[in-house]
């Protein structure tokens, strides 16, 4: 199932218990537009709530990016001063907090270039996965922009302040290879074989348990001191109500019969 949201270019889908965005502006290497960011956090939303979904996918459609960056020929308009510069910051920060924020794991499938605004996204993510022909890179210092402060903290929690600083000052662009080291990229698959691979990668995060799943990312994140975290309270109550879910029962029951779990998110 596929459904425009807020935008022709922020598309949102559903198959099964997997949930994706994918980010519909293949004419431009799937650049993102002021309003194609503005249109993120909505999408980010409708899955977050959907109880049947397990996990969030951000993917680029077709096979030659999955966000080349922002589209740079607005700008002129929309990020021309300080005064509009800092209303498209927010934006874009907004964008990167509610990918960051989902309480559902998210992932991001790269097929091709991940650039500037991209590779921020991509960051955003809980999860990022690329086919073999990957492209990353930070192009900030050839255009003379800042990027927003909370974008840059997810690239430091990833890739640590020394690998962060080369990327931002150097504006290198990275194969998967080398993103992969970097500790950017979970997994790398072969172009050939990669939606199958990166649909099995889903599926095994999709099945596991989704209580537990969310748990463990919020615990995660607030372990590394990511902004908006959960309180140390509330993580104690997401923990508890694993146990007394019944999620938890079937995994043990499960185990005792040598079976798959199912799981049902409660």
Same mark, same amino acid.
């Given at each position: ?5 807020? $935008?022709?270019?922020? +598309? ?14 293949? %004419? /431009? ?9 503005? @249109? ?13 979904? $397990? ?32 209303? *498209? ?5 907004? =964008? ?11 992932? %991001? ?12 996204? &991509? ?9 073999? #022909? ?18 840059? &903290?997810?690239?430091? #929690?990833?890739?640590?302040? %020394?690998?962060? /600083?080369?990327?931002? +000052?150097?504006?290198?662009? *990275? ?17 050939? !074989?990669?939606?199958?691979? @990166?649909?099995? *990668? =889903?599926? !095994? ?10 748990? $463990?990312?919020?615990?995660? #994140?607030? @372990? ?15 923990? #508890? ?6 999620? *938890? %029962? ?17």
């Amino acid at each position: 199932m596929t459904d425009i949201q807020n $935008h022709n270019k922020i +598309l949102v889908e559903r198959s099964g218990p997997i949930g994706r965005i994918v980010i519909n502006n293949e %004419a /431009k290497r799937n650049a993102m537009s002021l309003d194609m960011w503005q @249109a993120i956090p909505a999408a980010v939303k409708s899955l977050d709530d959907d109880f049947d979904i $397990h996990v969030i996918v951000i993917t680029g459609a077709g096979s030659k990016a999955f966000v080349s960056g922002a589209d740079i020929g607005e700008f002129d308009t929309v990020r021309k001063d300080t005064a509009s510069a800092t209303r *498209y910051d927010d934006i874009n920060s907004d =964008c990167y907090r509610a990918v960051r924020n989902a309480n559902k794991p998210t992932i %991001a499938l790269i097929k091709g270039f991940c650039m500037g605004g991209g590779f921020g996204l &991509a960051a955003a993510c809980d999860l990022r996965l690329s086919n073999a #022909n990957g492209k990353f890179g930070i192009p900030a210092g050839k255009l003379g922009v800042g990027y927003p402060t909370n974008a840059i &903290a997810d690239i430091v #929690n990833l890739v640590g302040s %020394a690998n962060a /600083k080369e990327l931002y +000052l150097t504006a290198r662009v *990275y194969g998967a290879q080398d993103a992969q080291k970097l500790g950017f990229l979970n997994a790398i698959f072969d172009d050939e !074989t990669f939606d199958e691979a @990166a649909e099995d *990668y =889903c599926k !095994t995060v999709a099945t596991l348990a989704p209580m537990s799943a969310q748990y $463990h990312k919020a615990a995660i #994140n607030s @372990a590394i001191g990511q902004s908006d975290s959960l309180s140390m309270n509330e993580l104690k109550s997401m923990a #508890n109500a694993c146990f007394d879910s019944q999620d *938890y %029962a079937e995994g043990r029951n499960a185990f005792a019969e040598k079976r798959k779990p199912v799981f049902i998110g409660k």
